[in-house]
Structures are given as C-alpha cells and as structure tokens.
C-alpha cells in the first residue's frame, strides 16, 4: 500500500472537519494514477472513472471503453451476489470488494444493508472465523502476538494510516458463542468495524482491526496446517496482563487521548476486569458487556409499550451469567433504580440468572466469579430452567448462554403458560447457538411471543398470520454510541452515556413496527438511528463534561449526520 492511502487527491470526506480534527492533509499533489490507482482500493472507482479522468489519471486503455455509474455498479454487484448459494462465499465476495474499491462496497452495505448484514456480520462472519485461515487472501488488520512483545508501539505504526479514531480488538478467545478460534477471530474485528463505517458512518481509514495473539486453547486448530497463529496454548496471568498493557499504552501514546477502543469477543475470565482497569485511564467499551445491555434495555423499553407496565413491574430470568447476562441486568437494574428512586441492590431483586449449573443463588455465593455475585439472591437451588421459569415465573426470558437450542418446548410453553405476550429473546451467535428459532418461539406460545434473536430469522408463518422476529443484536448500538464519543471528542464512557444510547434506539420504535410485534427498528434507517443515538450520547458526554470539542454544537443530530462518511464516488480533479 503506497503513500496515497495518507494523501488522498480526491475531494476529501468532510475536509476542513478532518483537517481540524485529526490534522490530515486535505490537499496534495502527489496523484495515484494509471495501473496504481485502479489496485488502490480506496480511490478505485473501476468502470466509474469518466472520460475526463481517465485521461488526467493515465487510465487510457487499462479500462474497457464503457463507463457506468456508481449505481449501476451496485446493482451489478448484487445481482452477482444473489447467484451464490453458500453464505460464505458470498462473504469472500465482499471481502475482495472491500479490498478492491472500497466505497463500492461501503455503497452496495448500506443500500441493501438489511440484505447484506447477515454476510459480512452474524452468523457468516462466524463461519469466516473458524475458516478464516483457508480464506485468508490479504491482512485486513494488525495482528499482535506475544512475538511482538516489547515492540507494539513500532507495530502500530507498520500499519499505513496515521488517523485512526476507532479500533476494535479482540484476542479470539469467545468469538460469537463458538469460543476460543484464538488468531482467527480477526473476522469479528474487520466485520464490527466495516459497520461502524456502513451503520455509524465512521470514517473507514479512520477504523483499525486487530486481533492480539496470545495463543490458542483450541485444539483442532493448533493441528490445523491452515491455522493462521501462534501455534502455543494461551499465555495467561502476568505474560498476558502486560501484552495488553503494552498494547493500550502504545495505542494511547500512538493516537492519544480520545482514541476509542472497543474490546470485542474476550473471554469472560479478562473482560470484565480489562474493562475494570482500562475504563479509567482509556476512552473504552466492552461491546458484549455494555454495547449489548444498551441495545437489549432498548428493546425493553420498547416492549412495554406491547405487553404494558413500567420496567420495575417486570420479571427478568437470564440463561446465561456472563459478560452479555451480567451486562443487561446490570443496566436493567440501574435504569430501574434511576425510574423509581430505589436503591440498586433491590433493582437487582427483580433480576434471575441461571448459568451452567443452574441458578445463580446466595448458597453458591463462595465459589462464584465476582460479576455473578450481585445476582446472588436467596432462593433454594435449582438445577433446570423449566424449573427455575415454573418457580420465579418470569415476563421477560433472555438467552445469554452461548448454547443453541436450550430454550426447549418445555421452556417456552412455561413461559406461555404464564404470560399472555411472553417477551422471549435469544440472544446468542451465530444462529446455530441461538437459544431458539423464531420458528419454535412463534409456534410454542401459539404466537403469542415477543421475540427477537441476535442473529437473524425470516419471518414466519403460523396460523394464517406472519410474524416478524426483530433482530437484538449490539450493531444497533455500537456504531452510533462510537460515532457520538469520536465527534464530541469524549475522554471516558459512563454508564449514562449507555443509558442515553438506549433510550434513543428505543425512541426510533414506531407505531407501524409495533404494529408488527417489532422492538426494533428495521436495519434499513440505521445511518438514521445512529445519528440520533450519536447525538443522545454526545450531549450525555457534554453534560457530564467529558466532551473536550468545543463548543458543542447545537444541533447535534445534524452535526452527526454532517460528520457521516458517504460512500459516493467524488470527482477526481
Ligand atoms: N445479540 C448480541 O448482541 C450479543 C450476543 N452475544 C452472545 O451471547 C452468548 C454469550 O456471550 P457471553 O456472555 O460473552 O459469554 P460468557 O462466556 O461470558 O457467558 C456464557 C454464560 O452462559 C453460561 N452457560 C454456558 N452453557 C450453559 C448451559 N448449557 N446452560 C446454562 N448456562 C450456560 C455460562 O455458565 P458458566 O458461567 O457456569 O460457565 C456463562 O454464564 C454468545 O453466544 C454471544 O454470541 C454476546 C454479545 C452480544
Ligand atoms: C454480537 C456480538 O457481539 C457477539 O455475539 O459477541
Ligand atoms: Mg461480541
């Protein structure tokens, strides 16, 4: 990749914001041209570039005569795409896209984003992780593994972008509900950040990928010829606290202050703690952890405009007492506690975790990783979740476990039994952990169901009526929560910047989606609802005096909108 990836000679996106805010230079001389430009992926334009610039560019002959639209372009793409039958190869589809002109494919995401999301994201994405080493064509991110050790900060700066502002880092060892792929999971980092630019309208060339290598504990790929990293068991304890300490320090001094950073996909056993640590010197969110309870209250907040009450008037059972459970119900809780002015702890009361060895109660307090520990309450054990939704006689039933199919029969038709609009959500990916299918929920409570999963179910039919099953998943939150902090220029995240992105998803909820048992908005207004959820958090961040560019712009819905990266093609002069 050549110095026109740092002076690009196009009219720049938002120049004079870039210029001021990350101090790029909007205008230079040095011009890719002929057989260079077209492999450059960011200023490729293919059988889009006019006559004019193919003559100041030197593309004369290196491009059939024709010349057609951006539009046109995308509807060729589309049409090819629908030929494939196979999920993933439609995925390497869009990822030689991405890597061979990239506002085509940001263009081609978001105009059939709806269509396109199950591709590059959940559940395909997936599958391109555990594959991910016979599919890799080109780095798509930076990988740092425990050879780079002592030089991270040189390694960040191997990568060709200076301006970076957003990066998402996992280190593969809970990607999805389908554990440890170790090196692999750099799918899930290219794939959260190709939406922060599709969804968030982020800048792509602001947005870096990386994957931390510190081994493996999955076996099948440590004897994979095709695995693509350290073939060593995973480094744990101080070896691994100061690889990532070495990383968040390198990227601070690399980026500065206000670089976002996303951890995404961390076993539970670090997450929470590198949240813990990091959160109070580093502008950072866990996705899993706090991007997921956002979107999930959203959801709530939403439902009870069906099914009626207040939040505080709910029963919450969660299968599943790790980072994405433990997240929801804590922000349950706050968002109650705040509501009705009563203390956390007694918020906490309405909330049930069961995890894999049944429920979460005070008996097993002792043996219980710390973030279980509130959800602790006094109750006699129960192994099962038939028994615990018989006992505690839930409203609300989320899966939070990672394992498919154990939202059984006999699960659901309890939860029938006892609510007439049963709010059932099956939250884990891909669609082979999910809890259940939209299918058995829908059936099962003779579709009387609520019901939304983390990756996407077709409607379905049942009895006559079609019921659309609305989609839980943190790409409603991420994208535009992250959009919010860079453009306010905001130092820390806080709780009430969540609380914020979520009352403005749960806002976007129409009269016409409720209609349709929907909790969510469609995907299809998602560059409209991120603006929206940037604004709400921006002006939470201002509020709380974390928000350091200033002034603070009035309108912020607009001033979002205003920052948002277009994929349309600009003229080359
Ligand atoms: N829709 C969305 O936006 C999101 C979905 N997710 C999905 O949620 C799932 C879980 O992620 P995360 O919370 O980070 O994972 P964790 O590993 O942190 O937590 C998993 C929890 O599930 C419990 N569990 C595992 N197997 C069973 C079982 N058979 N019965 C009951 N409980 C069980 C574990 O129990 P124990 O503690 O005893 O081991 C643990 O408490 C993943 O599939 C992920 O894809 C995550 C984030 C966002
Ligand atoms: C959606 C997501 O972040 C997860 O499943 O981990
Ligand atoms: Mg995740």
């Known amino acids: 990749m050549e110095s026109s990836l740092k002076n690009p000679v196009i009219d720049f996106y938002n120049e004079d914001k870039a210029t001021e805010d990350q101090g790029v230079t909007p205008w230079t001389l040095s011009v890719a041209s002929g057989y260079n430009l077209l492999r450059d992926p960011y200023h490729n334009k293919g059988l889009a570039f006019t006559e004019k610039e193919r003559d100041a560019h030197y593309l004369r002959g290196l491009l059939p005569p024709t ?39 940001y263009k081609l995401l978001i105009e059939h984003v709806e269509e396109l999301l199950p591709v590059v994201y959940t559940p395909t994405v997936g599958e391109a992780c555990q594959k991910y080493g016979s599919i890799f064509r080109r780095p798509q991110g930076l990988y740092i593994s425990l050879k780079e050790k002592g030089k991270i900060l040189e390694v960040l700066q191997n990568w060709p972008e200076t301006s ?19 090196c692999q ?11 922060y630019s599709a969804l968030g309208g982020v800048r792509p060339s602001a947005c870096l990928p990386v994957t931390i290598d510190a081994g493996t504990n999955n076996e099948k790929l440590l004897n994979d010829e095709f695995y693509i990293g350290l073939r060593q068991k995973r480094v744990t304890g101080q070896e691994y606290t100061e690889l990532v300490h070495e990383f968040m320090t390198a990227v601070k001094r690399n980026y500065g202050e206000k670089i976002l950073i996303q951890f995404e996909d961390f076993a539970n056993h670090n997450a929470f703690d ?33 099914v009626g009450g207040t939040l505080a008037d709910h029963k919450f059972l969660f299968l599943g007492a790790g980072e994405a459970g433990t ?13 009705t002015n009563t203390a956390l702890e007694d918020a906490r009361k309405k909330i049930w975790l069961v995890d894999s060895k049944g429920l979460v109660v005070s008996s097993r307090k002792e043996s219980l990783q710390h973030f279980k520990q509130p959800w602790a309450h006094e109750h006699e054990p129960i192994k099962d979740l038939v028994s615990a939704v018989k006992d505690i006689n839930p409203t609300v039933l989320i899966g939070t476990s990672g394992v498919g199919r154990t939202f059984t029969k006999e699960v659901v038709e309890a939860m ?18 999910s809890e259940c299918t939209a299918e058995e929920a829908y059936t099962w409570t003779e579709g009387r169901a609520i019901f939304a999963s983390g990756s996407p179910f ?10 659309v099953p609305g989609q839980a998943n943190n790409a409603y939150i991420f994208p535009g929560f992250g959009l919010g902090l860079i453009m306010s220029g905001t130092i820390r995240v806080r709780d009430d910047m969540l609380l914020a992105a979520s009352e403005a998803l749960a806002a976007q909820v129409t009269q016409e989606n409720f209609d349709k048992g929907l909790i969510y908005p469609p995907f299809i207004n998602i560059r409209n609802i991120s603006a929206n959820i940037a604004a709400k958090v921006a002006a939470k961040a201002y509020e709380l005096g974390l928000a350091t560019r200033l002034p603070q712009p009035k309108d912020l819905v607009k001033h979002a909108e205003s920052c948002m990266y277009s994929p349309s093609y600009r003229s080359y002069r």
Do not use: C, W
């Open 67 to 105: 010349v057609i639209s951006q539009d046109l372009q995308v509807k060729k793409l589309l049409n090819n795409l629908r030929q494939y039958q196979v999920s993933l190869q439609k995925y390497m589809a869009m990822m030689d896209l991405q890597e061979s002109n990239e506002n085509l494919f």
């Open 164 to 182: 970076i502002q957003v990066i998402v880092v996992t280190d593969g060892e809970r990607i999805l509900g389908l554990g440890d792929l170790g």
């Open 185 to 195: 999971g750099m799918g899930i980092p290219v794939g959260k950040l190709s939406l």
């Open 274 to 306: 590198l949240l813990e640590k990091y959160s109070k010197t580093h502008l950072v969110f866990n996705d899993d952890i706090q991007g997921t309870a956002s979107v999930v209250l959203a959801g709530l907040v939403a439902a009870l405009k069906l």
């Open 327 to 339: 997240g929801i119900a804590e922000l349950i809780a706050l968002e109650i506690s705040k509501k």
């Open 416 to 433: 029938a039994a006892i609510n007439e609009k049963p709010i059932i959500l099956a939250l884990s990916n891909p669609t082979s952990q």
């Open 458 to 467: 077709e409607p379905v039919e049942y009895k006559g009526n079609v019921f």
